[in-house]
């Protein structure tokens, strides 16, 4: 995919985190609703090291402006929607980083000499090896 596409498709799935972290935690009266679950599926792998510490944020900002008692409920509904973004943002850069990695190794095995041996003839042993030559894939020698 082209970067144009990776970065449209990274900003519909921030943007889309955000809005459901929003959704979720906008009124103090609901319980665990769809949205937040579907943030928080959409959050893994990088959620699960990032939840004691969404516990212990969360937890503050709700006991700083009392929104469980009447206090008002954007601190919080910012708050989880800022902690979320920023998981999500995290779960991008693991993407590229294992992307990244998966091609540089595909490159570096393509470089190495032993994937361009070849067997030349009739599989006869020389000094108990095979008699190989470096070569192309469809330059093999009868």
């Known amino acids: 995919?082209?970067?144009?596409?990776?970065?449209?498709?990274?900003?519909?799935?921030?943007?889309?985190?955000?809005?459901?972290?929003?959704?979720?935690?906008?009124?103090?009266?609901?319980?665990?609703?769809?949205?937040?679950?579907?943030?928080?599926?959409?959050?893994?792998?990088?959620?699960?090291?990032?939840?004691?510490?969404?516990?212990?944020?969360?937890?503050?900002?709700?006991?700083?402006?009392?929104?469980?008692?009447g206090g008002p409920m954007w601190p919080v509904t910012v708050v989880y929607t800022l902690m979320f973004t920023g998981i999500a943002t995290a779960n991008l850069w693991l993407l590229r980083q294992l992307i990244r990695r998966r091609r540089l190794h595909r490159s570096q095995r393509a470089d190495r000499p032993e994937s361009r041996l070849h067997l030349t003839g009739p599989l006869t042993p020389v000094n108990s090896a095979l008699t190989c030559r470096e070569g192309n894939p469809g330059d093999v020698r009868t």
């Open 1 to 69: 995919m082209t970067p144009w596409v990776w970065r449209v498709a990274g900003t519909l799935y921030i943007g889309g985190v955000a809005a459901l972290a929003a959704s979720a935690f906008s009124d103090r009266n609901a319980t665990f609703t769809g949205s937040e679950g579907a943030a928080l599926l959409l959050t893994l792998p990088t959620l699960v090291p990032a939840l004691p510490i969404m516990y212990v944020i969360g937890a503050g900002i709700w006991s700083i402006t009392d929104a469980d008692s």
